[in-house]
C-alpha cells in the first residue's frame, strides 16, 4: 500500500473557483465542509480570494467600455495610419467627384 497516494484532483473551472468564492464568503458558511466538498483545502481559497481582488481592482482602475481595452500606438504607426486615413479620404472624394459628374452628362 502506496502511503504517499493523493487524491487526484479535479480541475475546476474558473465559473466554479468563483461561485465557491462566493459560497465560502456567505456569512456563516462552513468554509471547511465547502471546500472538502470540492477538494481543495484552505490556502487554495487564500489563491482564489487573491486572484478575485487582483481582477476587481484591475476592473475598476480602467474605465470604459467593458472588455475594450485602449491600446497604445507608436507615433510611426499613428503617422503611417493618419497618411492611410487622408488617402482614403481624397480618393472617396474623387470618386464623389466623378459621380456627380457622370450624373450631369445622363441628365
Do not use: F
Amino acid at each position: 500500500m502506496n502511503t504517499n497516494s493523493k487524491k487526484e484532483r479535479v480541475k475546476l473551472t474558473p465559473e466554479q473557483l468563483y461561485e465557491i468564492h462566493l459560497e465560502c464568503n456567505a456569512p456563516g458558511a462552513p468554509v471547511k465542509t465547502i471546500l472538502a466538498r470540492y477538494g481543495l483545502r484552505p490556502w487554495d481559497l487564500v489563491a482564489v480570494r487573491r486572484k478575485v481582488k487582483a481582477a476587481a481592482i484591475d476592473a475598476l482602475a480602467n474605465p470604459g467600455r467593458p472588455g475594450r481595452r485602449q491600446q497604445i500606438v507608436s507615433i510611426e504607426q499613428y503617422q503611417k495610419l493618419s497618411k492611410e486615413l487622408t488617402e482614403t479620404k481624397d480618393a472617396l472624394s474623387a470618386v464623389g467627384h466623378e459621380l456627380a459628374l457622370l450624373k450631369k452628362r445622363t441628365r
